[in-house]
C-alpha cells in the first residue's frame, strides 16, 4: 500500500492528476482516489510495466494493459515505486496455471451450476442444428484420446467416405496432424466449410490418402463436384514454406479443387501491426495526419479488410457456387480459425446471436485449438508467439456491425466484454492451448465457464436495434468491403480514455427505452388487470372508463418530446403511488434519468491550452 | 461539371452526385449536353431558379422577416444595457458587408464608429457576435485592422475595442491566422493589434486555412470517395493528403480555445482573421454552438446562420458557385461553410442528444448553399440582397423548412434540451468522416436507413406506452376514489 500516489490522465496536456492510494491485492492493482473512485487492474492484464525516469514529482510508472487500458502512476518515494514495480512485475507474470486468477475465483456457485455452467455449450447439439451427421458427414472417433492429434478435440466431423486410414494417412502428411474436419455445414446448399494445415508437400511430395481425403469432401456435396482450397497465407510465404518440407497443395495432384491464396499475413506481422497501431494512438497532442498516416503505415485496417475479404471470398463459394472449401494456412488455429468463424457467421444468422456467438467461438476458436495462452501470454512465455488474431476476428465483427446494424443480438460492449476475458484467465474457457490441456488442468472442475454469467447478464449486451427477421429469405450478410467502410475502432482501443469518447450514447439511450418499453407494458398490463377486475365490482366505473378513453388523443399531442423528464405529471398520480405501494415503475425512472448520461464538461484536449498561452 | 461522349453524359452534381445518362442519338446527346452546360452556368443572377420558383405551399411565415436583428437585440438587452443598436450602416454606406442594423458598445458613438471602420480592412468594425449571459463575457468580430507597415493606431478602435471589457477584466483577440501569416498582411496595408496599444488584450494566432487551399482540400476528398477500387493504404493515404479532417479539426479547436477563453477564464473574445468573412465566422458560430444551448435546438441554429453568416457577409455566392467537380479554377470559391457544417455535425455526433435537429437538417443546409430554389443564399451580402431585391422576388428557405410537415423531417427524435455548455473532443480518433455528405452516394445506406427507423420506432413506442400508463393510472384512481366515495355513502 502507497498513499499519495497521482494517477496522471494520458491524454491531458495540462498534467491534470488525481492523487489517492495504490493498494497491491493477490490478484488486482487497486487504486482508490480522493473521491473514492476505485480502478480495478487485474494482474494478468497487464502487459508490460515500466519505469521512467526519475521526475521532480516522483517517479513515474507506466502501466500498458492487454485490454489496452494505459496508466501512468507518479509515486513519490523512489523506493515505493522500485517495490511496487518488482511485485508488479512477478504478480503479472506467472509461470504455472494453475496459478492464474481462474482457479481461485469464486463466484458463489455451487457444484451443480458450476456443471450446468460447463454444459451451456454443447458442441454436439450444434453439429446436430447444422444437419450432421447426415447421409454424407458423420462423427468419427479416430481422434479419441488426441491420439492423430492433439490439438483437435476429441470429436469429430469427416466425410462417411473418409476411412481411418485415410484420416489416420492424411494427417500425417498435415502439419501437426491437423487433417481436415468440418467446421461448418451449410445444409441448404449442402456445401461445407472444412478446415486443416498446411500439407507436407516440400516441392513434390504427395499423399494420396490425403487427395483421398479432399475427394471424399468433394464428393460429400452432392450439389457441387468441384471444392475450393483457401490457403489463407500470402502466396510468397506458402512457398517458403515448400523450402521446410510443408507448403501447399498442388492442384495437378488433386481431382477437382481449385485453389486459391488469400493472402492474410502472419502472427509476426499482426503483433508488430498492432504494436505500430498502439504507438500512433497513444501520441500526445496528434495531429490528423499523423493519426492518418500512422494508421496506414500500421497496416492494421488492411489486414482487417483482408480478414474480411477472405470471408466474403468463402461465403461466395460456398452460397453462390454451392462448393465446398477447406481453409487453412500453416498450422491452422489462426487465419483458419479467423475465416472459417467470419465466414460462418456470415452464413448463418444463428452466429449473430448472442448464444450462437457464444457457440461459434466454442467451436471455432477453443474447440480447433487456437492457441489462447500463447497468444493472449497467458504464461510467461515466449513473446514471438503472442498476437491479436482473435483481437481482428473481434473487430471484424464489430465493422460488420457497424454496416448492419439490425442484424446482431449482440452490441459493441459483448464484443469488449469477451476480449476482456479473453485475457483475464479469470474463467476457464480461454485457458491453455488447446481442449487436451484443459482436460489435463481439470478445467471443468476447478474454474467456471465465462458464458453463463454473459448470459445472465445479456441485457447489458443486446442490441436494442436488433432485428431476428433482417433479411427474412436469405440469411445471408454480403459485407461492402470498400476500404472506406472499415473504421478505426475507438472504443476499443480507447475504452478508457474517456475524454475521447462522445458524451451522449445513443447506444445506452436506446437500450434504456427499450428496457422501459417493456416494463411499461408490464405495467399496462398489470393495469388493465386491476381495472377490469374492478369493473366485475361496480358497474358505475364501467361509465367513468368510457369517457376516460375517449380523453388521452388530446394529452398525446401535447407531450413535448423531453418526455424523459416528465416524471408523471399527472393530477392523480400521487394517489396511484400511495395506494398500490411498491410501483416497481417509480424507482425506474428516477434511476434512468440518472443513468441518461448528460454531458459532463470535459477538458477539451487543445494542444496549446488556455493554461500554456496565458503563462 | 458535365463530360460528353459517344452518347453517354455524366453529370457531376454540386450535392455531389454523380449520373450518367446514355443517350442513344449522338447529335441529341450534344444538344442536351450544351443545353445543360448553359442552363447550368447562368451568368445573370436574375435568371436563377429562385427567381422563377412558384411555392406550391401555403406560407404561413415569411421566412425573410423570421430572424430580425432587433429581436436578437431585444433578448439581449434584457440581460445586460452596456450595448446599443446602431443603424449606421442604414443603405450600407459604411459597411457594405455589414447588415444595415449592428450591435455595439453603448459609449461608443456613430461618429466615432465611422473611423473605426476606416482602421478596420473592408470597413468591417467590431461588432457584438454573442453575449454569454452565464458571466456576461462577450465575442465580438470585425476584420483586421489596418496597421501596415509602419503600425498606424487608431484612438477610436483602442476605445471601441477596450469599452467592450468590463473593468478589470481581461481579454482575448484570437486571430484565425498564423503568426507568419499575419504579419505577411502588414505589408499590403493590414495587420493585427500590437499588444501595447491594448493593454487589456492578449493576442492568439490560430491557423486557420482559407480559400483554394480548403477548396483544392475538398477536390482531394470527393475524389477519393469516389473512388472505390482503392486498396486500404491508398484511401488512408488520399485521406490524409486531402488536409479534409486537419481542417476540421483546426476550427474545431479554435472554436474550442474561443469558448474556453469566455466560460473557462471569464474572459472576452474578438475574434478577426483577415476580411473577418470566413474563419472569423466559422470560429465564432461554433463557438457559440458549444456556449449556447439555444443555437443547438432548430429556431436558434436558423438564427445562427442567419446573423453570423448571411447577415455577417459570408460571400455565399462567391464561395458556394461550383462545389467540388468544378473544372475552371474559381478564385473566390472555397467550401467555408461546408466545413462549418461538418464541424457542427461533429459536435452533433458526440453529443447525440443535445441537437434538437439531425443529420438531415445539416445535410439540407449543404445543399441549399449550392443550390437551392429559394433565394436565402443568393448574394454575397445583405446589400445586394437588398439590391436584388431578394426578399420580394424570392422565397426564403426558412419559409418552406418551418413548416410542420417539413421540420418533422429534420427533427432529432432523441433531443433532450441541455442546459450545459458541450466540449466536443478534437482528437483524431474522435474525428469522423462525415460519410453522409461525402459517401452518401457510394455505400449502401440502406441498412443504416432501416437501422434509424426501427430507432425512431422505439422512440415512438416508449412515448406511446407513456401515455397509455398515465391514462390508466389516473382511471384506476378515480376508480378508486369513486369506491371510496362509495363505501362513505
Same mark, same amino acid.
Given at each position: ?46 502487459? &508490460? ?29 523512489? !523506493?515505493? #515505486? ?19 486468477? &481462474? ?55 469427416? %466425410? !462417411? ?33 472444412? !478446415? ?35 490457403? @489463407? ?62 494508421? /496506414? ?80 501470454? +497467458? ?29 446482431? /443480438? ?45 448470459? =445472465? ?42 475524454? $475521447?469518447?462522445?458524451? *451522449? ?23 388493465? =388487470?386491476?381495472?377490469?377486475? !374492478? ?14 378513453? &375517449? ?7 401535447? @407531450? ?56 | ?24 442519338? $449522338? ?30 405551399? /401555403? ?40 447588415? %444595415? ?35 456576461? $463575457? ?28 468590463? %473593468? ?7 486571430? @484565425? ?31 486557420? /486555412? ?48 474561443? =469558448? ?27 463557438? *457559440? ?5 439555444? #443555437? ?25 458557385? +461550383? ?11 472555397? %467550401? ?13 455526433? +458526440? ?34 440582397? =437588398? ?67 426501427? $430507432? ?34
Amino acid at each position: 500500500q502507497v498513499e499519495q500516489v497521482k494517477l496522471l490522465d494520458r491524454f491531458s496536456t495540462s498534467n491534470k492528476s488525481v492523487t489517492g492510494t495504490l493498494y497491491l491485492t493477490a490478484t488486482h492493482l487497486l487504486f482508490i482516489d480522493s473521491s473514492q473512485k476505485e480502478t480495478w487492474i487485474l494482474h494478468h492484464h497487464i502487459a &508490460a510495466v515500466e519505469k521512467l525516469p526519475l521526475t521532480t514529482s516522483g517517479c513515474p510508472l507506466v502501466i500498458q494493459c492487454k485490454n489496452f487500458r494505459i496508466v501512468h502512476f507518479v509515486v513519490p518515494r523512489e !523506493r515505493d #515505486c522500485h517495490d511496487i514495480y518488482n511485485s508488479l512485475l512477478q504478480l503479472s507474470k506467472t509461470a504455472k496455471y494453475e496459478e492464474l486468477y &481462474a482457479f481461485s475465483y469464486n463466484p458463489k456457485q455451487n457444484e451443480s451450476e458450476q456443471v450446468k455452467g460447463w454444459q451451456l455449450i454443447d458442441l454436439a447439439e450444434e453439429y446436430k442444428r447444422m444437419g450432421v451427421p447426415n447421409a454424407y458427414w458423420q462423427l468419427s472417433d479416430a481422434n479419441r484420446d488426441y491420439k492423430i492429434c492433439e490439438t483437435y478435440p476429441k470429436e469429430l466431423y469427416v %466425410p !462417411r467416405t473418409a476411412s481411418k486410414p485415410i484420416i489416420v494417412g492424411s494427417s500425417k502428411f498435415r502439419s501437426k496432424g491437423r487433417f481436415p474436419v468440418l467446421s461448418y455445414y451449410h445444409k441448404n446448399k449442402e456445401a461445407a466449410i472444412c !478446415r486443416c494445415s498446411q500439407p507436407l508437400s516440400g516441392f513434390s511430395a504427395r499423399c494420396l490418402e490425403d487427395e483421398h481425403m479432399l475427394q471424399a469432401i468433394s464428393k460429400a456435396n452432392p450439389s457441387n463436384r468441384y471444392m475450393y482450397v483457401m490457403d @489463407t497465407r500470402p502466396k510468397l510465404n506458402a512457398m517458403a514454406n515448400r523450402a521446410a518440407g510443408k507448403g501447399y497443395e498442388n492442384e495437378d495432384n488433386y481431382s477437382n479443387i481449385r485453389f486459391q491464396f488469400v493472402g492474410i499475413e502472419n502472427i509476426h506481422v499482426m503483433r508488430s501491426s498492432l504494436q505500430k497501431l498502439l504507438e500512433v494512438s497513444g501520441t500526445r497532442g496528434l495531429s490528423v495526419n499523423d493519426f492518418l498516416s500512422g494508421l /496506414e503505415n500500421s497496416g492494421w485496417l488492411r489486414h482487417i479488410k483482408a480478414v474480411v475479404d477472405a470471408a466474403v471470398f468463402l461465403v461466395k463459394a460456398i452460397a453462390v457456387e454451392s462448393a465446398s472449401v477447406l481453409v487453412h494456412c500453416s498450422d491452422g488455429w489462426d487465419r483458419t480459425s479467423q475465416v472459417c468463424s467470419l465466414g460462418a457467421l456470415l452464413l448463418d444468422s444463428y452466429y449473430r446471436t448472442i448464444k450462437g456467438f457464444m457457440v461459434l467461438i466454442e467451436k471455432d476458436w477453443i474447440s480447433f485449438g487456437h492457441k489462447f495462452s500463447d497468444r493472449c501470454c +497467458q504464461l510467461d512465455g515466449d513473446p514471438k508467439e503472442i498476437s491479436p488474431v482473435f483481437t481482428q476476428f473481434l473487430e471484424c465483427v464489430w465493422n460488420l456491425t457497424e454496416q448492419f446494424p439490425q442484424a446482431f /443480438e449482440y452490441n459493441e460492449v459483448f464484443l469488449l466484454q469477451i476480449h476482456e476475458h479473453v485475457h483475464s484467465c479469470q474463467f476457464g474457457n480461454f485457458l491453455g492451448n488447446c481442449e487436451k490441456e484443459r482436460e489435463e488442468l481439470k478445467v471443468k472442475e476447478k474454474t467456471y465457464s465465462l458464458w453463463p454469467f454473459l448470459l =445472465a447478464e445479456q441485457k447489458k449486451y443486446r442490441n436494442p436495434l436488433y432485428n431476428p427477421d433482417f433479411l427474412p429469405e436469405l440469411t445471408l450478410l454480403e459485407p461492402n468491403t470498400v476500404s472506406f467502410n472499415f473504421k478505426f475502432w475507438r472504443n476499443m482501443y480507447h475504452q478508457f480514455d474517456r475524454s $475521447m469518447h462522445p458524451r *451522449q450514447s445513443v447506444l445506452n439511450l436506446i437500450m434504456n427505452l427499450s428496457e422501459q418499453n417493456k416494463q411499461l407494458e408490464e405495467d399496462i398490463k398489470e393495469l388493465e =388487470a386491476k381495472i377490469k377486475q !374492478r369493473n366485475g365490482q361496480s358497474d358505475v366505473v364501467l361509465v367513468k372508463e368510457n369517457q376516460q378513453s &375517449a380523453h388521452p388523443a388530446p394529452v398525446a399531442l401535447k @407531450t413535448p418530446p423531453c418526455f424523459k423528464k416528465e416524471q408523471l405529471p399527472v393530477p392523480g398520480n400521487d394517489a396511484v403511488r400511495t395506494i398500490e405501494g411498491s410501483n416497481t415503475a417509480d424507482n425506474r425512472y428516477s434511476e434512468l434519468v440518472s443513468e441518461f448520461s448528460k454531458a459532463e464538461p470535459a477538458v477539451v484536449s487543445l494542444e496549446y491550452g488556455v493554461a500554456r498561452m496565458t503563462c | 461539371r458535365f463530360v460528353g461522349s459517344l452518347g453517354t453524359i455524366v453529370i457531376k452534381c454540386k450535392d455531389l452526385r454523380i449520373i450518367q445518362l446514355d443517350i442513344p442519338g $449522338m447529335e441529341e446527346c450534344l444538344n442536351i449536353a450544351s443545353s445543360i452546360e448553359v442552363l447550368s452556368t447562368l451568368d445573370s443572377v436574375t435568371l436563377l431558379y429562385p427567381f422563377f420558383y412558384r411555392p406550391m405551399f /401555403e406560407v404561413l411565415e415569411d421566412g425573410w422577416r423570421s430572424f430580425l436583428p432587433d429581436q436578437e437585440f431585444e433578448l439581449l438587452s434584457s440581460a445586460t444595457d452596456e450595448w446599443r443598436l446602431s443603424c449606421i450602416n442604414k443603405e450600407f454606406s459604411v459597411c457594405p458587408s455589414y447588415p %444595415p442594423v449592428v450591435i455595439v458598445p453603448k459609449c461608443i458613438t456613430d461618429e466615432e464608429l465611422r473611423k473605426v471602420a476606416m482602421f478596420r480592412y473592408g470597413s468591417r468594425f467590431p461588432v457584438l457576435s454573442y453575449y454569454h449571459r452565464k458571466n456576461g $463575457m462577450i465575442m465580438m468580430r470585425s476584420s483586421q485592422p489596418l496597421t501596415g507597415t509602419n503600425g498606424r493606431r487608431c484612438k477610436e478602435d483602442e476605445k471601441l475595442i477596450n469599452a467592450s471589457l468590463r %473593468p478589470a477584466k481581461r481579454g482575448y483577440i484570437i486571430d @484565425t491566422r498564423s503568426l507568419n501569416v499575419a504579419q505577411q498582411a502588414r505589408a499590403k496595408g493590414g495587420g493585427f493589434e500590437q499588444e501595447v496599444h491594448y493593454p487589456q488584450w492578449r493576442r492568439i494566432h490560430k491557423g486557420i /486555412e482559407r480559400f483554394n487551399i480548403l477548396q483544392e482540400s475538398l477536390i482531394k476528398l470527393v475524389e477519393a470517395c469516389n473512388d472505390q477500387s482503392h486498396n486500404m493504404d491508398r484511401w488512408l493515404s488520399k485521406l490524409e493528403a486531402s488536409n479534409w479532417l486537419t481542417h476540421v479539426k483546426e476550427i474545431l479547436t479554435t472554436a474550442c480555445l474561443a =469558448a474556453q477563453c469566455i466560460d473557462r477564464e471569464g474572459a472576452s473574445v474578438l475574434v478577426h482573421g483577415t476580411e473577418g468573412t470566413d474563419s472569423t465566422l466559422q470560429v465564432t458560430s461554433l463557438a *457559440q454552438i458549444i456556449l449556447d444551448p439555444r #443555437c443547438r435546438t432548430i429556431r436558434g441554429f436558423e438564427s445562427l446562420i442567419v446573423r453570423e453568416w448571411l447577415q455577417a457577409g459570408h460571400p455565399f455566392q462567391q464561395r458556394c458557385a +461550383q462545389s467540388a467537380y468544378s473544372n475552371s479554377k474559381q478564385k473566390w470559391e472555397a %467550401p467555408v461553410f461546408l466545413l462549418f457544417l461538418d464541424c457542427v455535425w461533429q459536435i452533433l455526433r +458526440q453529443f447525440p442528444c443535445s441537437f434538437e435537429f439531425n443529420e438531415q437538417f445539416l445535410i439540407m443546409l449543404f445543399e441549399h448553399a449550392y443550390a437551392s430554389q429559394f433565394g436565402t443564399f443568393l448574394g454575397n451580402n445583405e446589400s445586394e440582397r =437588398a439590391k436584388l431585391k431578394l426578399p420580394q422576388k424570392t422565397m426564403s428557405l426558412w419559409s418552406w423548412v418551418n413548416r410542420k410537415e417539413e421540420l418533422s423531417k429534420f427533427r432529432n427524435p432523441i433531443y433532450e434540451a441541455n442546459s450545459l455548455v458541450i466540449w466536443p473532443a478534437v482528437a483524431p480518433q474522435s474525428l469522423q468522416l462525415w460519410a453522409g455528405v461525402f459517401l452518401r452516394w457510394n455505400r449502401p445506406s440502406q441498412y443504416l436507413e432501416e437501422a434509424h427507423e426501427e $430507432m425512431v420506432k422505439i422512440i415512438n413506442y416508449n412515448k406511446e406506452l407513456q401515455e397509455r400508463v398515465k391514462v390508466l393510472r389516473r382511471h384506476l384512481a378515480e376508480m378508486e376514489a369513486a369506491e371510496r366515495a362509495q363505501g362513505n355513502l
